[in-house]
């Protein structure tokens, strides 16, 4: 099936450091989801991205969709304790309607 | 966003034995879909729910396994049959209504197959 390259499987950094994740794929898509997965809860969405090369924020969250519309990044600003988690990338093949495809997820921990 | 709850949030069964799992919205939406995440791993797509028709699978996954009802427009169930201990994962509902492709997920259900 359809892949999605999530990178890096996991980060340690120090509280108020900057992060950066991203998600590639040889495949083209329509829309981009990032998603945060606390232990023992369902992810949760962050930012949904729909044009190639849109910019979207929220809060200390920044994401984008690539112009080749194969890519997209993550980047969380100024971390805080309450970031940690999993983080997933989600995409909407153009091939593949509603259905999602999602990355391998990005750990993320943050020391105080 | 809609309010997605599960029932149950997670059970232990007994190898051979079948559990039917719930997935209530708290409005009407468009699409329902069934995931698995089986332990470190990330989602994989079980089936689409579609209401008043039988389910669409994806590949490696079959209704005699994973029977799914959808009776109206805010409900589905998965059924885990025949379970083995491979079946432990969290299963997790999601829906999506606004034709965009956002999806929302519910909370999760811990299956432990002993």
């Known amino acids: 099936g359809q892949q999605l390259n999530q990178s890096p499987q996991s980060m340690f950094i120090q509280e108020g450091e900057d992060v950066s994740m991203n998600c590639t794929s040889s495949?083209?898509?329509?829309?981009w989801l990032w998603y945060k997965q606390d232990p023992g809860e369902g992810p949760v969405l962050l930012i949904a991205l729909y044009k190639a090369g849109e910019l979207t924020s929220n809060g200390r969250l920044t994401a984008q969709f690539g112009i080749t519309r194969k890519d997209s990044f993550l980047n969380i600003s100024a971390s805080i304790p309450s970031d940690v988690g999993i983080y997933f990338c989600a995409g909407q093949l153009e091939t593949s309607g509603s259905r999602l495809t999602f990355g391998e997820g990005t750990q993320l921990t943050v020391n105080p | 966003s809609a309010v997605i709850s599960q029932k149950p949030s997670r059970d232990i069964c007994q190898r051979g034995t079948s559990l039917t799992i719930q997935c209530q919205v708290d409005s009407q939406v468009t699409m329902m879909f069934w995931y698995r995440q089986q332990p470190g791993q990330s989602l994989t797509l079980i089936a689409t729910a579609n209401q008043g028709s039988e389910a669409t699978y994806e590949s490696g996954f079959v209704i005699d396994k994973f029977p799914i009802s959808r009776p109206n427009l805010t409900f589905s169930t998965l059924t885990v049959s025949n379970m083995s201990p491979e079946d432990s994962s969290i299963y997790l509902c999601?829906?999506?209504?606004?034709?965009?492709?956002?999806?929302?997920f519910g909370p999760g259900t811990r299956l432990t197959v002993t």
């Open positions: 495949s083209i898509f329509n829309t």
């Open positions: 999601s829906v999506s209504d606004r034709g965009l492709g956002e999806q929302y």
